[in-house]
């Protein structure tokens, strides 16, 4: 059997995403489409604009055969944990290909980028730390080392994410085949275009603009109250300015949480907090990500114990993927289960605050969670 592995969030999924997965379902022609998609957050650090139970049915309702959870504590994660923990799912569901998006979508420059810097791990990660301590950004810090090793460079988002993917399926040998198809985009436009971004889609839905031509489930948008992480600032204000051990929460590093208590006060949303701590040192996304942690009260050292899988949950399936979850079942060494089979577990300990925390404000979310019902696509008769 050939099994196609896609790593998303779609957040939310539109035509852009739909051409992937038909242009990678028509290279790969697979038995079985494999989703793992991100749940309440997305690697950005923000909140996704609709509950994972929606976003994983529009998927299956497009195509996709079964769509898994990625757990909150490792979306909530830079490019290089958010794809070591993605990639290791789809291989513990057996899948023999994975196609991501790409902007260059230069297999062969991926690999030989994953195969030297696992060659040359030592003099590579020693590279990033120097240039980490005199400021640089890890991703530019992470370009600099490629710089020096070899005379390359990967910049943008999405080859960000496919050389961290490729380093993973290398590293682990991992018997995966890695395919890249060319995005249709630019990532971060707000222009409605052909084929809009994530980031102009977004913004416009919020904006109660008629965008039904890019989204393939926009009924489920449409007059939806969408959820928005600015919703959540008096939470986060709250915990900034009343917990006195910051330092302690995941990602809150090198003093930051004394500028956090300078600076919560100056802004009136997440936005402009954001805005106001980001630097040359840290990334838009990274401050949301640790803002993400506040949050949720994440502490350094419940993060650690959380990050392993107990389980995998699965969100929604076609007939031919239920048929598939009965086949994996048996070889898989994890149980695969839509119910928490243990809800102390570190990793559903944190899965469980970020559902409560979303669920202040989108109580229907915390109904879904209580059923865990999978949407299942049935077959036409």
């Not at 005199?134 to 988002?157: F, H, I, W």
Request: with cysteine.
């Amino acid at each position: 059997m050939r099994i196609l592995g896609i790593v998303a969030e779609y957040n939310p999924f539109h035509k852009g995403h739909l051409y992937h997965l038909k242009q990678a379902q028509a290279l790969i022609k697979p038995d079985v489409t494999i989703v793992v998609m991100s749940g309440s957050f997305v690697q950005r650090g923000e909140v996704a604009i609709v509950d994972k139970w929606i976003r994983s049915q529009i998927a299956v309702e497009c195509g996709v055969d079964l769509v898994v959870e990625l757990p909150t504590v490792y979306a909530l994660e830079s490019a290089d944990y958010f794809a070591k923990s993605s990639i290791e799912l789809l291989h513990l569901l057996g899948v023999t290909d994975i196609v991501f998006g790409s902007e260059t979508a230069n297999m062969d420059q991926f690999i030989e980028i994953a195969k030297t810097i696992q060659t040359n791990s030592d003099t590579y990660n020693k590279l990033v730390k120097e240039a980490m301590q005199k400021g640089l950004r890890y991703p530019d810090a992470c370009n600099q080392a490629l710089s020096t090793l070899m005379n390359q460079e990967v910049k943008t988002p999405n080859d960000l994410l496919g050389l961290a993917y490729t380093k993973e399926v290398i590293t682990n040998n991992y018997p995966i085949h890695l395919h890249a198809i060319k995005r249709t985009s630019h990532y971060h436009s707000e222009t409605i275009e052909t084929f809009a971004s994530a980031t102009a889609l977004r913004k416009a839905l919020k904006e109660n603009k008629d965008v039904s031509n890019q989204l393939p489930g926009y009924i489920y948008y449409k007059d939806k109250a969408l959820l928005d992480s600015n919703a959540f600032f008096p939470y986060l204000k709250y915990n900034i300015l009343m917990n006195d051990q910051l330092a302690n929460i995941h990602l809150v590093d090198e003093g930051i949480e004394n500028l956090l208590k300078e600076t919560i006060n100056k802004t009136q949303n997440i936005n402009e907090l954001i805005s106001l701590l980001s630097s040359k040192r840290y990334t838009r996304s990274r401050i949301a990500r640790m803002l993400a942690h506040i949050l949720l009260n994440n502490s350094k050292e419940e993060v650690i114990q959380a990050m392993h899988f107990s389980q995998i949950r699965p969100l929604a399936f076609s007939q031919d993927g239920a048929n598939y979850l009965r086949q994996i079942k048996k070889s898989c060494p994890l149980p695969i289960t839509t119910k928490i089979l243990n809800k102390k577990d570190p990793m559903y300990h944190i899965e469980a605050k970020a559902t409560n925390l979303i669920g202040l404000v989108d109580q229907e979310l915390l109904v879904k969670e209580k059923k865990s019902i999978p949407y299942i696509k049935r077959t036409q008769e």
